[in-house]
T-cell receptor, first 113, second 113 residues
Framework: DQQVKQNSPSLSVQEGRISILNCDYT??????FLWYKKYPAEGPTFLIS?????DKNEDGRFTVFLNKSAKHLSLHIVPSQPGDSAVYFC????????????FGKGTLLTVNP | NAGVMQNPRHLVRRRGQEARLRCSPM?????VYWYRQLPEEGLKFMVY????????ESGMPKERFSAEFPKEGPSILRIQQVVRGDSAAYFC???????????FGSGTRLTVV
């Protein structure tokens, strides 16, 4: 039972364009959402988060949008850079256990020069 | 200011042997979390510990797996009598408090042969 789904295993974009990574969740108790970036042979690195009281959070080139009614969130990267090429994981927490993250399977983003 | 340190980075064990994975949290962090990533999967929560206490072990397999975070020294994830299915990347994370945007280590890649 996958509670956090990233339906696109991979995404390829041109440098300078927008990258949009999507994530869906099924558990209504989730109220805190995070995006992590992971390079090969390294641990995940925290990128950006959003709580359910907001529908948008921005940090530099990264913006996360949350649509609670659709149980959907997305990460926008503008402009995309070759160094952004990595696996991106969506994660969610809630129900009083914000320490316990449920991860999606990840999306491999490739930004072509 | 060292990050979360995990060792060893790679560990090979024969079936039936014991595996010990170590995690030193970031300085000032007293909350430690272990996650496991199977091939082609997202990270899955295993256990949450504070110094000398297991707070949540709901993700730990019932047998052969144990974790500790002693008053002195690193956190240890111990797997007894390893089987092929234990082959995975094991990530440790730490945080200064009980929230989900924590810092991950680079992981230990366990291979059972």
């Amino acid at each position: 039972d996958q509670q956090v789904k990233q339906n696109s295993p991979s995404l390829s974009v041109q440098e300078g364009r927008i990258s949009i990574l999507n994530c869906d969740y099924t558990n209504s108790m989730f109220d805190y959402f995070l995006w992590y970036k992971k390079y090969p042979a390294e641990g995940p690195t925290f990128l950006i988060s959003i709580s359910s009281i907001k529908d948008k959070n921005e940090d530099g080139r990264f913006t996360v949008f949350l649509n609670k009614s659709a149980k959907h969130l997305s990460l926008h990267i503008v402009p995309s850079q070759p160094g952004d090429s990595a696996v991106y994981f969506c994660a969610a927490a809630g129900g009083g256990s914000n320490y316990k993250l449920t991860f999606g399977k990840g999306t491999l983003l490739t930004v072509n020069p | 200011n060292a990050g979360v340190m995990q060792n060893p980075r790679h560990l090979v064990r024969r079936r039936g042997q014991e595996a010990r994975l170590r995690c030193s949290p970031m300085k000032g962090h007293s909350h430690v979390y272990w996650y496991r990533q199977l091939p082609e999967e997202g990270l899955k929560f295993m256990v949450y510990l504070q110094k000398e206490n297991i707070i949540d072990e709901s993700g730990m397999p019932k047998e052969r797996f144990s974790a500790e975070f002693p008053k002195e020294g690193p956190s240890i994830l111990r797997i007894q009598q390893v089987v092929r299915g234990d082959s995975a990347a094991y990530f440790c994370a730490s945080s200064p408090d009980r929230v989900g945007g924590y810092t991950f280590g680079s992981g230990t890649r366990l291979t059972v042969v």
